[in-house]
């Protein structure tokens, strides 16, 4: 599963490659984590979002937890009541410049990053919702991984090309779900030393 993915363009860049509105500005890293916020196209516009929905725990005695952001779909959950109505109602494209999956051994990981080959940017399926916790909230959906990523992980994110991110913005849900298959175009791969732990506090 996808838990850090690089975007390297600001709002206005990809108010214009997405044709879309250009929301309100709003700090994000180039670099994205779980729970933290990041650029998504919804309803027609650039917007920051917190990335993950928010899953609330309890401790052992019931009090709250701090709540845990849920950052991928599974394209075989989505039929269920955690995801149901924003896959139904509020599906999202998510820009990504690349993302990255942990590799190497247990402790000595390192990121290995993938990008579609000859694009600066391209679109991944999400659905969004609000949240008491953090606002605005988006998952990214998730597929089997194609045979280029089989030695490091078995799932990647749902990859939409150009032609297909108005079906899945305003398609039915039956349309939308018809998308959610894994990417046949060629990835870039980029494996690096650098440690997949080393990450923002």
């Avoid at 599963?1 to 994000?28: Q, V, W």
């Avoid at 051994?105 to 659905?127: C, P, Q």
């Avoid at 959906?141 to 749902?158: E, F, K, L, N, T």
Wanted: aromatic letters at 10%.
């Amino acid at each position: 599963m996808c838990n850090l993915y690089r975007m390297t363009k600001g709002p206005a860049e990809i108010a214009r490659l997405f044709g879309a509105r250009a929301g309100e500005g709003a700090n994000f890293a180039a670099e994205i984590y779980p729970g933290y916020p990041g650029l998504v196209v919804a309803e027609n516009e650039v917007r920051v979002m917190t990335w993950g929905f928010p899953l609330v725990l309890k401790g052992k005695s019931g009090q709250p937890l701090k709540p845990k952001p849920v950052n991928n779909a599974r394209e075989d959950k989505l039929g269920t009541a955690f995801w149901r109505a924003s896959f139904e109602r509020r599906r999202c494209l998510i820009p990504v410049t690349a993302w990255a999956e942990a590799e190497g051994a247990k402790g000595a990981m390192t990121r290995t990053w993938y990008s579609l080959a000859g694009e600066e940017v391209f679109a991944v399926a999400g659905v969004w919702r609000p949240t008491e916790e953090w606002g605005q909230a988006y998952s990214m959906v998730m597929v089997d991984g194609c045979p280029q990523m089989a030695d490091v992980h078995d799932r990647m994110p749902v990859v939409l090309a150009r032609e297909n991110w108005d079906q899945w913005i305003s398609g039915t849900p039956a349309d939308a779900f018809a998308l959610c298959r894994t990417c046949s175009s060629e990835l870039e791969v980029d494996r690096t030393p650098e440690r997949w732990a080393a990450r923002r506090s």
